[in-house]
Each structure stands twice: as structure tokens, then as C-alpha cells.
């Protein structure tokens, strides 16, 4: 049996007022129950304005993006709570998306509160800590009492609050140090496994894609050019794009 299609793309399209073509053209994508999916291409290929469509955060100019098959479109912030519960947003950097006066326990209810997700708030706060490997009194803190690395954990928790069937996480660790982003990478595959949880994942970085997903879309001038299984793609790669992404990276150790 085939996994349930989630979170789908049919024909995006999207234009910024002044630009010469199209940030977007014609996408289709797919993300299915539990799947992991890395979405790479070139400074300016489209990623982040994919994800901003997948999100709901912006209309396209054709296409649509639908969710279990039910259209999402930008609109009322409360009109799309159905949705921002299903598919949550692990933030770039935790430094900046994370509320300086805003205590860790705060940070992770917040969605619970804003969805009006019901249940104990508080519990699920000291379970959510407790799976990134943050300590119980973690949620007394303010951001700045937290390594980087500790805050990204904390932003997980947050994202994993509404329990999301999809995270949307645009290059996740490119914020960390070089000898934390391991241990994110890690924690992102482990919550995925543990509680199901489909993964898209944008970034610049091989060496995480590989570590991270089973799939991968080769965005190029706002179109598909290629995709499949990562150990395919970046070994063997079919087109033009993947083939200068890989050949960027020298010394790529695919496992
Ligand atoms: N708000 C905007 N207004 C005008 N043009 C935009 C806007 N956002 C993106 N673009 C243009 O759309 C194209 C795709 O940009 P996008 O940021 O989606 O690419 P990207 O693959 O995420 O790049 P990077 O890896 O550098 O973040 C680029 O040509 C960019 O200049």
C-alpha cells in the first residue's frame, strides 16, 4: 500500500513585480506520511519562495498547494488553523525567531495556545523538553541563557507542539556551529522516526540532505529538473543542476 500523499504542489507558479521571469514555475511536488523529502538548488532557484507557497504564507499565480487534498490558501491567520496544525515550521535561526522575553516553556506553548489545541499545556510542555534532550527547568529560561544549539531544540519543541504531521524546515542548521549541527540533524531524523512525522527539508548543505532524507527535488530557474531517491540522485545525478551541486562538494561521504 502506497503512503497517504499529505502536504501536495500542482503547478506553482509565481512572479515578483520587476523580475525578469518567473521565481516559480510550474512545480509539482509531493510529500507523503512519514517521507523525508530535501528540496537543494542554486542561491536563487526558488527554494524559500517554495516554501513560503507550501506554507500558505503566499498566493501563487497559478497552481495550488493542497493538504490531504484540501486546498490551502493565505488568508485569516484563524482560517488556516486546521492547517498550521498539520505542518508546522522548524525557523533558520532560533536566535532571531525565538522571543528574547519570551521563557522556553512560554515558547513551546505558545502554538498549543494561539491553535487552541485542547489538553494540559503544561504536561505537554515537560513531554516536548524532555524529546529535544532539553532538562524539565529549561522551560523557566529566556533565550539567551541557551546555546544555540539549545535554542534550535527549543524551537523544535515548539514546532512539534500541535504533534504536526509535517515539518517544513528551511536550512535548519545553516545557523549552528559546524560541531552542533550534527546533533540537530540527528535529533530532526530521530522525532521524525519517533512520531511519524514527514520532513521537507531545504538546504544548501549535501552533507545534511544526505544524513537527513530519503528523497530529493533539484530545483533550477524555478522549475523541477530533477528528482528522486538522494543516494541516486547525488551519486548519479541525471541533469545539469545536480551534477555542478555535487561537484561543488569534493569530498561528499554518502552513506
Ligand atoms: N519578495 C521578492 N520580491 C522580488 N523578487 C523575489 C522575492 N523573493 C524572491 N525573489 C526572487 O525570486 C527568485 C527565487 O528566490 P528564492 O529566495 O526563492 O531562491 P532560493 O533558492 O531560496 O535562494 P537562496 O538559496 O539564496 O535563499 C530570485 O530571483 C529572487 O531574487
Known amino acids: 500500500m502506497s503512503a497517504e500523499l499529505l502536504l501536495a504542489a500542482r503547478g506553482l507558479t509565481r512572479r515578483y513585480r520587476g523580475s525578469a521571469g518567473p521565481a ?19 542561491s536563487g532557484a526558488g527554494k524559500s519562495t517554495l516554501t513560503r507557497l507550501l506554507l500558505g504564507l503566499e498566493r501563487p499565480d497559478a497552481g ?5 487534498g484540501r486546498p490551502v490558501q493565505p488568508g485569516r491567520p484563524s482560517a488556516l488553523h486546521w492547517f498550521r496544525r498539520a505542518v508546522q515550521v522548524v525557523p533558520q535561526d532560533p536566535g532571531r525567531s525565538l522571543n528574547p522575553r519570551m521563557r522556553a516553556g512560554q515558547a513551546v506553548a505558545e502554538p498549543l495556545r494561539c491553535l487552541q489545541v485542547p489538553g494540559d499545556h503544561r504536561a505537554r510542555v515537560a513531554e516536548l523538553l524532555l524529546a529535544v534532550g532539553l532538562d524539565p527547568d529549561a522551560a523557566g529560561r529566556l533565550p539567551h541563557e541557551f546555546s544555540g544549539g539549545q535554542r534550535q531544540r527549543i524551537a523544535l519543541a515548539r514546532a512539534l507542539a500541535p504533534r504536526p504531521q509535517v515539518l517544513i524546515a528551511d536550512e535548519p542548521v545553516s545557523a549552528l556551529d559546524a560541531a552542533v549541527r550534527l546533533q540537530v540533524v540527528e535529533l530532526l531524523r530521530a522525532v521524525s522516526d519517533a512520531e511519524g512525522v514527514a520532513l521537507l527539508v531545504v ?20 522549475r523541477v529538473v530533477e528528482s528522486g531517491p538522494v543516494t541516486r540522485v547525488l551519486t548519479d545525478p541525471a541533469s545539469r543542476e545536480a551534477h555542478a551541486l555535487v561537484a561543488a562538494v569534493p569530498r561528499l561521504v554518502l552513506t
Open 64 to 68: 495550488e498547494v493542497t493538504y490531504r
Open 203 to 222: 538546504s544548501h548543505d549535501l552533507g545534511v540532505v544526505t544524513a537527513l532524507c530519503s528523497d530529493v527535488v533539484v530545483l533550477a530557474g524555478g
Open 24 to 42: 516559480l514555475d510550474g512545480v509539482d511536488l509531493g510529500l507523503t506520511a512519514g517521507q523525508r523529502l530535501a528540496v537543494v538548488g542554486e
